[in-house]
């Protein structure tokens, strides 16, 4: 049936800042307010187009529909569940406001399979249309904050008992049924064991019952279930009405075929209790599906808590018992956190974030009641399974606290759900859905909303992931907000296990998300889409648990990211991945808008990729199975990923030859992320004040050498591998391992690719040698075919441990246990970097290379075994050599002349080439494998005044070549060069020919060249060379025998074999260079408060009214209470003074006092009746207590008689 409200008259309405109070609203209680004044069935659609107050749960309905002039308001003092299939807002939907915060309780449930909604472009939604207003201000809760202490399952209190840890564990694990355990409580109040057993209801319902008539009175009795309960109705010989009628006898002194447990399915269901015998009061009990675990728990006399839970899981053969008895402190863990959390009450649903690798170590939990807590303390209802890690560490400079996030809010929407994925969703195959029902509610705003803020919600239950375009909350291509003045937000939200991402921005301006709670998410988190989007805030938001998803969504979503950032117009602070099986924060940037914002001209072609970051700032990333934090890659039009960003701010980002731009980014943390912390891609990036730690890999930071040879910097960080935060270790290990599937990875802080790179002001740690896996502070990206230039230079290092055999490794190369030990890649033969060495006398510049005979050419170079490096003095540089693309794979092998035998051979699959001494004591040849090629370009990077590298070049003897160079000189052909005769003129220093002149000795084949530089390298040059000029020269082979390509015999002869001497070595120790913690001011710090923010003091609300007495009658107590929320304290302001709790007495009646016997007299004297015959007596009175207020007088006799006899 379609009920409609339609307008019958001008309607005035008032700006009350609360809109449950604004005049002229209809109640949806009262009959009249609708047509034919009848209240509303199941199943009928509502077209409302009047204001409607929303004070009653009405039944449930099919679509509402809230059409222009029309609004829904809800009434903040009733509670309400709505459940509807869709809500479509075309008016305005309101609840609360900014003003009035709505503070009563709201459920929004959206129903329907998708079977049912078949057709529906938008399906299962509250859709914002053209003109449409939703407002949504839930109560203001603190949304989430960080513990300031380590909790764990140890962490406090005792534990007198534990199931799993005992034998019993062992004994019970391939069985099912009803597991039971027995305990006495002795006199000095501590538990006993007494009994235990695991019964199969059916085949030992018998034994069951002999187990329950042995428990005592005062025994304590606790049930849960191992695996699954067995029940069959139909057999014959089934025991189970032995226990059901054992167990209700019990618990209520006869058979009543009324108990809980007698109504327990063989479906997956579970049963759990807990009761001392005698004790009316003790009695839990509890009852769930498949697939829910639970855990409950009675507190006895204030002392023990005795605990009984199953765990969830998909299946029967999941649900395994646990049972514990502990004080309070190992029952109800007490957490301190670093903000006020009074607004967080009993009940509400929070987590607690993993600080470990493993991001599914997040913990849920609930507030517990705690009457002793400060505003910076709670309980939560159960102990912790792992550690939660609570310091910040080296000097205040990582801050490693685990994060602690509300899910509960007082206004709900979700979605209803099946309990398992019907095959109308079309994707129960997948197993990226999980075996779940995927097909969520979702919140939808499409282009022409009038106004919509979103505060103070709990979404649960959302997205669609069997549908494109259905998220949880999603503007959709709705370009500019209405009113820049004020934009639309979405701030203090929580949503959790979402199917399709959290919230969606696509095509849309100038949101703000803020302080937001993301958690158990499939696919990506925060998403912006098409990469047209701009001017997004993002600003204290949290995610937690990001899946992998199926392609069904995007092609990334097997790379899942808790924030995906597809266009650098973003304001990105104090931001929180905590955890997910992908990556925690990446920006990535197609090189233009995709989708339908292809045409919105929001972005030009190759814009995205000239355009700086408008502010990063702050950011944390964390327990992530890849990468905590990415800056890389590219979004082609097809949504898939494809390698380098080729990021490089422009002044004018329209205009990619307008000049490049330095810019930074800052404070960022990253730990415990398996692969790596931090991947820093682009060009004249700035990064400081890092913090990463506990990784594979700590940090990288290159220029992908595609980006006008500018790389960037890294300064003012701390770089740890092994920290105190241990983790929860694998068996056999004495901490948690990042790849535990690559056990012996190498593990390095920074990691070195491309460059040039700037490091300097780096404070390193924890790099101890073990016999697990390589470390050291600095290494390069393994496997790589890319060459590493000796002008990547690191500055002012100072590490915090002796380096040496046996100790810690500053650098590392090469492959670990092996020395040299090196990969085939190419990248692999080029290792180097330029160190400047803070010593006692000054700053010394060395030259670190591969130690073999070619790189380690120089007389003064030395071999550091635990590095499997050579250092140097001599100057060093790199030849570089780059083939066209047709000659790549041309293996090149790179000879030196004095020791023909010291060779490396590379297979040139990019530009590249060997590390060469610059002072000209050294010279070079180039050889080749197969065919000449036709046309190359050889760089002498490095190079500066002063500088000299001769090399000869292999050509056909019958060669017809070209040459030419453009910088030191123009050189536009072979006769502006000057050809010598020999090698001797050719080396002969000469200020007016050196760089100008060649020698070809027709006899070998060999073109030699000596490379020069006429400027130095500044100390802020971004590039190998000064101004990024280095001297280079062209060779053009025309014709000759063109596999007449390698000279080394004809040239070398019997050289080739000359016996390598052996390298000299340099083992001393390197005393550390830095002090136990960081200088002040280096790295990330602390992550909150946030420094971003303005500091808010708290502010008292106003008293409640008294409670009832909390006896209803005697002595009692009242209690009011307050809270530190107006406003509520922020960013490191300072907390309310003054009590929260107030009690006072109270007294209602006296309570009524039952009379009670005093004890009998002595039996008095023998009346004689008869004869010697006769009796005595002996009495008592109901006074012991005389019964009073209307107590229950004394039942039974006041006297007793009885014979005796006289004679």
Same mark, same amino acid.
């Given at each position: 049936?379609?009920?409609a409200?339609?307008?019958?008259g001008?309607?005035v309405?008032? %700006?009350?800042?609360c809109?449950?109070q604004?005049?002229?609203?209809?109640r949806?209680?009262d009959v009249?307010?609708w047509?034919?004044?009848n /209240?509303?069935?199941?199943?009928?659609?509502?077209?409302?187009?009047?204001?409607?107050?929303?004070?009653?749960?009405?039944?449930d309905?099919?679509?509402?529909?809230?059409?222009?002039?029309?609004?829904?308001?809800?009434?903040?003092?009733s509670k309400?569940?709505?459940?509807?299939?869709?809500?479509?807002?075309?008016?305005s939907l309101?609840i609360?406001?900014?003003?009035?915060?709505?503070?009563?309780?709201?459920?929004?449930?959206?129903?329907?399979t998708?079977?049912?909604?078949a057709?529906?472009?938008?399906? /299962?939604?509250?859709?914002?249309?053209?003109?449409g207003?939703?407002e949504?201000?839930g109560?203001?809760?603190?949304?989430?904050?960080?513990?300031?202490?380590?909790?764990?399952?140890s962490?406090?209190?005792?534990?007198y008992f534990?199931?799993?840890?005992?034998?019993?564990?062992?004994?019970?694990y391939?069985?099912k049924?009803?597991?039971?355990?027995?305990?006495?409580?002795?006199?000095?109040?501590?538990?006993?064991?007494k009994q235990f057993?695991?019964y199969?209801?059916v085949?030992?319902?018998?034994?069951?019952a002999?187990?329950?008539?042995?428990v005592?009175?005062?025994? &304590?009795?606790?049930?849960?279930?191992?695996?699954?309960i067995?029940?069959?109705d139909?057999?014959a010989?089934?025991?189970?009405f032995?226990?059901y009628?054992?167990l209700?006898?019990l618990?209520?002194?006869?058979v009543?075929?009324?108990?809980?447990?007698?109504?327990?399915?063989?479906?997956?269901t579970?049963?759990?209790?807990?009761?001392?015998?005698?004790?009316?009061?003790?009695?839990v009990?509890?009852?769930?599906p498949?697939?829910?675990?639970?855990?409950?728990?009675?507190?006895?006399?204030?002392k023990?808590?005795?605990a009984?839970?199953?765990?969830?899981g998909?299946?029967?053969?999941?649900h395994l018992?646990n049972?514990?008895i502990?004080?309070i402190?190992a029952?109800?863990?007490?957490?301190?956190?670093?903000?006020?959390?009074?607004s967080?009450m009993?009940g509400d649903?929070?987590?607690?974030?993993?600080?470990d690798?493993?991001?599914q170590?997040t913990e849920?939990?609930?507030?517990?009641e705690c009457?002793t807590?400060t505003a910076?303390q709670?309980?939560?209802?159960?102990?912790?399974?792992?550690?939660h890690?609570g310091k910040?560490?080296?000097?205040?400079?990582?801050?490693?606290?685990?994060?602690?996030?509300?899910?509960?809010?007082?206004?709900?929407i979700?979605?209803?759900m099946e309990?398992t994925?019907?095959?109308?969703?079309?994707?129960c195959?997948d197993?990226?859905?999980?075996g779940?029902?995927?097909?969520g509610?979702?919140v939808?705003?499409?282009?022409?909303?009038?106004?919509?803020?979103?505060?103070?919600?709990?979404?649960?239950n959302?997205?669609?992931?069997?549908d494109?375009?259905?998220y949880?909350?999603h503007?959709h291509?709705?370009?500019?907000?209405?009113?820049?003045?004020?934009?639309?937000?979405i701030k203090?939200?929580?949503?959790?296990?979402?199917?399709a991402?959290?919230i969606?921005?696509?095509?849309?301006n100038?949101?703000?998300?803020?302080?937001?709670?993301?958690?158990d998410?499939i696919?990506?988190?925060?998403?912006?889409e098409?990469?047209?989007?701009?001017?997004?805030l993002f600003d204290?938001?949290?995610a937690?648990?990001?899946?992998?998803?199926?392609?069904?969504?995007e092609?990334?979503?097997?790379h899942?990211?808790?924030?995906w950032?597809t266009?650098?117009n973003?304001?990105?602070?104090n931001n929180?991945?905590?955890?997910?099986?992908g990556t925690?924060?990446?920006f990535?940037?197609?090189?233009?808008? &995709?989708?339908p914002?292809?045409?919105?001209?929001?972005?030009?072609?190759?814009e995205?990729?000239?355009?700086?970051?408008?502010?990063?700032?702050?950011?944390?990333a964390?327990s992530n199975?890849?990468?905590?934090?990415?800056?890389?890659?590219?979004?082609?039009? %097809?949504?898939?990923?494809?390698?380098?960003n080729?990021?490089?701010?422009?002044?004018?980002?329209?205009?990619?030859? %307008?000049?490049?731009?330095?810019?930074?980014?800052?404070?960022?943390t990253?730990?415990?992320n398996?692969r790596?912390n931090?991947?820093?891609?682009g060009?004249?990036?700035n990064?400081?004040?890092i %913090?990463?730690?506990d990784s594979?890999?700590?940090?990288?930071?290159h220029n992908?050498q595609l980006?006008d040879?500018?790389?960037?910097?890294?300064?003012?960080?701390?770089?740890?591998?092994?920290?105190?935060n241990?983790?929860e270790p694998?068996e056999?290990?004495?901490r948690?391992?990042p790849?535990y599937?690559?056990?012996?990875?190498p593990?390095?802080?920074?990691? &070195?690719?491309?460059?040039?790179?700037?490091?300097s002001? *780096?404070?390193?740690?924890?790099f101890?040698q073990n016999?697990?896996?390589?470390?050291?502070?600095?290494g390069?990206?393994r496997?790589s075919?890319y060459l590493?230039?000796m002008?990547n230079?690191?500055?002012?290092?100072?590490h915090?441990?002796?380096d040496g055999?046996?100790?810690?490794?500053?650098?590392?190369?090469?492959?670990?246990?092996?020395?040299?030990?090196?990969p085939?890649d190419?990248?692999?033969?080029?290792?180097?970097?330029?160190?400047?060495r803070?010593? $006692?006398?000054?700053v010394?510049?060395?030259?670190?290379?591969?130690?073999?005979?070619l790189?380690?050419?120089?007389?003064?170079?030395?071999?550091?075994?635990?590095?499997?490096?050579?250092?140097c003095?001599?100057?060093y540089?790199?030849?570089?050599?780059?083939?066209?693309?047709?000659? /790549?794979?041309?293996?090149?092998v790179y000879?030196r002349?004095d020791?023909?035998?010291?060779?490396?051979?590379?297979?040139?699959e990019?530009?590249?080439?060997?590390?060469?001494v610059?002072?000209g004591?050294?010279?070079y040849?180039?050889?080749? *494998?197969?065919?000449?090629?036709?046309?190359m370009?050889?760089?002498?990077e490095?190079m500066e005044?002063?500088d000299?590298?001769?090399v000869?070049?292999?050509?056909?003897?019958?060669?017809v070549f070209?040459?030419?160079?453009?910088?030191?000189?123009?050189?536009?052909?072979?006769?502006?060069?000057t050809?010598v005769?020999?090698?001797?003129?050719?080396?002969?220093?000469?200020?007016e020919?050196?760089?100008?002149?060649?020698?070809?000795?027709?006899?070998?084949g060999?073109l030699y060249?000596?490379?020069?530089?006429n400027?130095?390298?500044?100390?802020?040059?971004?590039?190998?060379?000064?101004?990024?000029?280095c001297p280079?020269?062209n060779?053009y082979?025309?014709?000759?025998?063109?596999?007449?390509?390698?000279?080394r015999?004809r040239?070398?002869g019997d050289?080739?074999?000359?016996?390598?001497?052996?390298?000299?070595?340099?083992?001393?120790?390197?005393?550390a260079?830095?002090a136990?913690?960081?200088?002040?001011?280096?790295?990330?710090?602390?992550t909150?408060?946030f420094?971003?923010?303005?500091v808010?003091?708290?502010?008292?609300?106003?008293?409640?009214g008294?409670?009832?007495?909390?006896?209803?009658?005697?002595?009692g107590?009242?209690?009011?209470?307050?809270?530190?929320?107006?406003?509520?304290?922020?960013?490191?302001g300072?907390?309310?003074?003054g009590?929260?709790?107030?009690?006072k007495p109270?007294?209602? /009646?006296?309570?009524?006092?039952?009379?009670?016997?005093?004890?009998?007299?002595?039996?008095?004297?023998?009346?004689k009746?008869?004869?010697?015959?006769g009796?005595?007596r002996?009495?008592?009175?109901?006074s012991?207590p005389e $019964?009073?207020?209307?107590?229950?007088y004394?039942t039974?006799?006041?006297?007793?008689?009885?014979p005796?006899t006289?004679c």
């Amino acid at each position: 049936m379609i009920v409609a409200v339609f307008l019958t008259g001008l309607v005035v309405v008032c %700006s009350a800042s609360c809109p449950h109070q604004r005049q002229g609203l209809k109640r949806w209680s009262d009959v009249t307010t609708w047509n034919a004044h009848n /209240k509303l069935l199941e199943g009928d659609s509502v077209f409302i187009a009047e204001p409607i107050l929303l004070d009653e749960s009405p039944p449930d309905l099919e679509n509402i529909t809230i059409e222009t002039g029309g609004s829904l308001v809800a009434d903040p003092e009733s509670k309400v569940t709505l459940r509807a299939a869709n809500i479509y807002v075309w008016g305005s939907l309101e609840i609360g406001s900014e003003e009035c915060l709505f503070d009563g309780e709201l459920t929004i449930t959206l129903t329907g399979t998708r079977e049912s909604h078949a057709g529906e472009k938008n399906p /299962k939604v509250i859709l914002v249309q053209n003109g449409g207003i939703l407002e949504i201000h839930g109560k203001s809760k603190l949304p989430w904050t960080k513990i300031s202490r380590t909790v764990g399952p140890s962490s406090a209190g005792e534990v007198y008992f534990e199931h799993k840890t005992s034998e019993n564990a062992d004994v019970e694990y391939y069985k099912k049924g009803l597991s039971i355990y027995t305990f006495t409580i002795d006199t000095e109040g501590m538990p006993q064991f007494k009994q235990f057993g695991v019964y199969d209801l059916v085949w030992e319902g018998k034994n069951f019952a002999d187990h329950i008539n042995n428990v005592a009175d005062g025994d &304590m009795v606790m049930m849960s279930t191992q695996r699954y309960i067995h029940r069959d109705d139909s057999h014959a010989k089934s025991q189970q009405f032995l226990a059901y009628d054992a167990l209700e006898t019990l618990l209520y002194g006869e058979v009543n075929n009324a108990g809980i447990l007698r109504s327990v399915p063989d479906d997956g269901t579970t049963y759990g209790l807990i009761y001392q015998k005698g004790n009316t009061d003790s009695l839990v009990e509890i009852t769930k599906p498949l697939g829910e675990g639970f855990r409950i728990h009675y507190i006895w006399n204030d002392k023990l808590v005795f605990a009984a839970e199953t765990g969830s899981g998909p299946n029967y053969y999941y649900h395994l018992d646990n049972f514990r008895i502990s004080d309070i402190d190992a029952a109800f863990p007490l957490l301190d956190v670093i903000d006020d959390v009074s607004s967080w009450m009993p009940g509400d649903k929070l987590i607690v974030t993993s600080t470990d690798y493993d991001w599914q170590q997040t913990e849920e939990r609930t507030v517990f009641e705690c009457n002793t807590c400060t505003a910076r303390q709670l309980r939560v209802n159960a102990p912790f399974e792992y550690t939660h890690f609570g310091k910040i560490i080296k000097g205040n400079t990582i801050d490693m606290r685990a994060e602690i996030a509300l899910l509960t809010r007082n206004v709900v929407i979700e979605g209803e759900m099946e309990d398992t994925c019907p095959p109308g969703n079309g994707n129960c195959d997948d197993i990226y859905v999980y075996g779940w029902d995927t097909f969520g509610a979702h919140v939808k705003v499409l282009y022409g909303y009038a106004s919509v803020h979103i505060e103070g919600v709990e979404l649960r239950n959302v997205g669609q992931h069997t549908d494109l375009g259905r998220y949880p909350l999603h503007f959709h291509m709705c370009l500019d907000p209405p009113d820049s003045s004020n934009p639309p937000y979405i701030k203090e939200v929580s949503i959790h296990h979402s199917f399709a991402r959290c919230i969606t921005i696509h095509g849309t301006n100038e949101v703000q998300l803020i302080d937001n709670v993301c958690y158990d998410h499939i696919g990506h988190g925060y998403f912006l889409e098409d990469g047209s989007e701009k001017g997004t805030l993002f600003d204290g938001n949290l995610a937690v648990g990001a899946r992998r998803g199926s392609t069904d969504l995007e092609p990334t979503d097997v790379h899942p990211t808790s924030f995906w950032i597809t266009n650098p117009n973003v304001r990105f602070v104090n931001n929180f991945a905590a955890g997910g099986q992908g990556t925690g924060i990446w920006f990535v940037f197609p090189d233009e808008p &995709m989708g339908p914002s292809k045409h919105l001209n929001a972005m030009d072609l190759y814009e995205a990729k000239s355009t700086a970051v408008t502010q990063f700032y702050n950011n944390v990333a964390h327990s992530n199975v890849h990468k905590g934090i990415m800056f890389g890659n590219r979004l082609t039009a %097809s949504r898939t990923l494809m390698c380098c960003n080729h990021w490089q701010p422009r002044a004018d980002p329209k205009d990619p030859e %307008s000049d490049p731009i330095e810019i930074s980014i800052s404070k960022i943390t990253a730990y415990k992320n398996r692969r790596l912390n931090i991947w820093a891609e682009g060009g004249l990036i700035n990064w400081t004040h890092i %913090s990463v730690s506990d990784s594979t890999n700590g940090i990288m930071v290159h220029n992908d050498q595609l980006v006008d040879r500018f790389s960037g910097r890294l300064m003012k960080s701390v770089i740890v591998d092994n920290s105190e935060n241990i983790g929860e270790p694998e068996e056999g290990d004495s901490r948690s391992i990042p790849m535990y599937w690559e056990r012996n990875a190498p593990h390095t802080g920074v990691t &070195m690719w491309f460059g040039p790179t700037k490091f300097s002001e *780096l404070w390193l740690d924890g790099f101890e040698q073990n016999d697990l896996y390589d470390t050291g502070a600095i290494g390069l990206k393994r496997d790589s075919p890319y060459l590493f230039p000796m002008t990547n230079e690191f500055r002012d290092i100072q590490h915090a441990f002796d380096d040496g055999p046996g100790l810690s490794n500053l650098a590392i190369t090469g492959t670990f246990g092996v020395n040299p030990g090196w990969p085939d890649d190419d990248g692999q033969k080029v290792t180097g970097f330029t160190w400047y060495r803070n010593m $006692p006398e000054g700053v010394r510049r060395y030259y670190v290379v591969r130690p073999d005979h070619l790189s380690a050419a120089a007389d003064d170079c030395k071999v550091r075994s635990n590095w499997r490096l050579a250092i140097c003095e001599t100057k060093y540089g790199d030849l570089k050599l780059r083939l066209r693309k047709a000659d /790549k794979n041309k293996g090149a092998v790179y000879v030196r002349d004095d020791l023909p035998s010291a060779q490396v051979t590379m297979k040139m699959e990019f530009t590249n080439g060997p590390q060469v001494v610059l002072d000209g004591s050294r010279s070079y040849t180039v050889h080749f *494998l197969g065919e000449i090629p036709g046309e190359m370009r050889i760089k002498g990077e490095g190079m500066e005044i002063g500088d000299v590298l001769r090399v000869g070049f292999c050509l056909p003897k019958d060669a017809v070549f070209r040459i030419s160079s453009f910088w030191p000189y123009r050189l536009r052909s072979a006769d502006y060069f000057t050809k010598v005769n020999s090698l001797e003129e050719l080396d002969a220093e000469s200020s007016e020919l050196d760089g100008k002149k060649y020698f070809y000795d027709d006899s070998t084949g060999m073109l030699y060249y000596k490379f020069i530089n006429n400027k130095d390298r500044g100390p802020n040059e971004w590039n190998s060379c000064a101004d990024g000029k280095c001297p280079y020269l062209n060779i053009y082979v025309d014709s000759g025998t063109m596999d007449d390509a390698d000279c080394r015999e004809r040239l070398y002869g019997d050289k080739l074999n000359m016996p390598k001497p052996a390298l000299p070595t340099f083992d001393d120790v390197l005393p550390a260079t830095g002090a136990s913690v960081p200088p002040q001011g280096w790295g990330a710090g602390v992550t909150r408060p946030f420094t971003t923010r303005d500091v808010v003091d708290g502010g008292l609300s106003d008293w409640t009214g008294w409670s009832r007495c909390s006896v209803s009658c005697g002595d009692g107590t009242q209690r009011r209470i307050r809270k530190c929320d107006t406003p509520r304290p922020q960013n490191g302001g300072k907390d309310c003074e003054g009590p929260l709790k107030e009690e006072k007495p109270c007294f209602d /009646k006296a309570c009524p006092i039952d009379g009670d016997f005093s004890e009998w007299t002595t039996w008095g004297e023998c009346q004689k009746t008869d004869d010697c015959a006769g009796f005595s007596r002996r009495t008592r009175e109901c006074s012991n207590p005389e $019964p009073r207020h209307g107590g229950i007088y004394c039942t039974g006799a006041v006297d007793e008689v009885q014979p005796c006899t006289v004679c």
